[in-house]
């Protein structure tokens, strides 16, 4: 079970954090979905926790991490521009990660929203 928190409103030029609790220990990613589009990569980060994979387009502005004794993802975004604004997801796979596939992660969150504005 994966659990978010943290999404909002922000203006352009901010910055949200966000967080996923796991029930257990996996590799993990964050994934977004705007309105009429795909579920796209954000970033992933293996099982341990000390390697990690970005999207070109938050590459420099989002940093994923993990807190293995908690079983906690999160995802420090700054910089947000609008084009940030979407529904993000917290997926977990049991691969040792870090993958970017979206049909490698198992079990996914329930989706938090974060809206920037111009």
């Known amino acids: 079970q994966l659990v978010e928190s943290g999404g909002g409103l922000v203006q352009t030029g901010g910055s949200l954090r966000l967080s996923c609790v796991a029930s257990?220990?996996?590799?993990m990613a964050w994934f977004r979905q705007a309105p009429g589009k795909e579920r796209d990569f954000v970033a992933a980060?293996?099982?341990?926790?000390?390697?990690?994979v970005y999207s070109d387009s938050v590459k420099g502005r989002f940093t994923i991490s993990k807190i293995n004794a908690h079983n906690i993802l999160y995802l420090q975004m700054n910089s947000l521009k609008p084009e940030d604004t979407a529904v993000y997801y917290c997926?977990?796979?049991?691969?040792?990660?870090?993958?970017?596939?979206?049909?490698?992660?198992?079990?996914w969150g329930q989706g938090t929203q974060v809206t920037v504005s111009s």
């Open positions: 997926a977990a796979t049991t691969k040792s990660g870090p993958t970017i596939s979206r049909n490698e992660y198992k079990y």
């Open positions: 257990g220990g996996y590799a």
């Open positions: 980060i293996d099982w341990i926790g000390s390697n990690t």
